[in-house]
């Protein structure tokens, strides 16, 4: 595969991983009480898998590809900052914390949703060789 065809792959990885978070919000919310719960199981199933899934195709367009430096450091930055905040504030109201924290949750989704944009935007950029793709002098 040229160079150009893993640039698409880590494009639409990055967008299927937009969409896989996206998907696992619209299911936590706005199907709730519209869909039986074995919907609701096939809609977390089917999120899920598109997330794993995005997830290597990522990896596999980032594989041989030029570093995209400020790209990637955004969208690493802005997926661990997700993961924590989400996951994190998931995770403490399950283990009894005050639901409040519901509220903060929603910002880690939306630092999942920049970080999968941010993959996106590195991998649409166009390939400038490993000289010109850096963040400048050092």
Known sequence: MSGRGLD????????????????GAMGAHALQGRLSEQ????WRTAAHYTQLHAAVLVAIGLATSAPRVAALRMAATAL???????GGTLAAMALGAPRWLGAVTPLGGVCLLAGWLSLAVAGARARRGPVADHDGPR
């Open 80 to 86: 661990a900052a997700g993961i924590a905040i989400f």
């Open 8 to 23: 698409r792959v880590l494009v639409v990885g990055a967008l299927l991983g937009l969409l896989g978070v996206a998907a």
């Open 39 to 42: 919907q609701l199981d096939w």
